[in-house]
């Protein structure tokens, strides 16, 4: 059987941009009812459902999307939590029901992580309600230690930090190398300046 995340899907999975936010809106307000109860862990109205766009992208919430030609038809977004002694944030995921049970929220899941990772993110938390089975068994996936709180499941995803930084072997001028400079640039280059 071929893994969730080698499947192949026709869209395209990237970070949004602010220019973004319509399609980010509009993918939301496409959720149905179940979908909706899902995400937000409550019924919610289509008010609140652009508001809370429109509050994601001015917070500086990282989206990613899922996207098929111009539409975003799933998200998954990283929402930083302050007061915490190391850096944590919240994740959210929403796919539109058509294309639930098809692989894309644990591809959403699996970009999301190496881009929490990347920005430095040690714990990511993930809340539900206790009846939304598809979100607990992707947060078990990858690792989410669940449990139950005031109604809720809380899962939380300890994140390995970054690899440090390779060192430059006493080579300061390694940056130039890439611009075709210095004892490291290519021998063509040197040629045809010296010409």
């Not at 499947?7 to 980010?24: A, H, K, N, W």
């Amino acid at each position: 059987m071929t893994p969730v995340s080698k499947r192949p899907i026709p869209g395209v999975i990237r970070q949004l941009r602010p220019s973004d936010l319509p399609r980010f809106r509009d993918h939301l307000l496409r959720l149905d009812s179940s979908s909706r109860h899902d995400r937000f862990n409550g019924g919610i109205g289509d008010a609140f459902v652009a508001a809370y766009a429109e509050r994601s992208f001015a917070r500086g919430t990282t989206v990613i999307g899922y996207l098929e030609g111009d539409e975003i038809r799933g998200a998954a977004e990283i929402h930083e939590c302050a007061g915490h002694d190391e850096p944590t944030a919240e994740i959210a995921f929403s796919v539109e029901p058509q294309l639930q049970g098809r692989g894309i929220g644990a591809l959403l899941f699996e970009r999301l992580l190496a881009h929490a990772r990347a920005m430095g993110y040690r714990h990511l938390r993930v809340t539900t309600h206790p009846g939304n089975d598809r979100m607990r068994r992707l947060a078990r996936k990858f690792q989410a230690r669940l449990s139950f709180q005031a109604g809720e499941a809380v899962g939380v995803i300890a994140l390995d930090p970054l690899p440090p930084v390779p060192e430059t072997r006493g080579q300061p001028w390694w940056p130039l190398r890439m611009l075709g400079f210095g004892r490291g640039a290519p021998v063509a280059s040197t040629r045809a300046i010296g010409r």
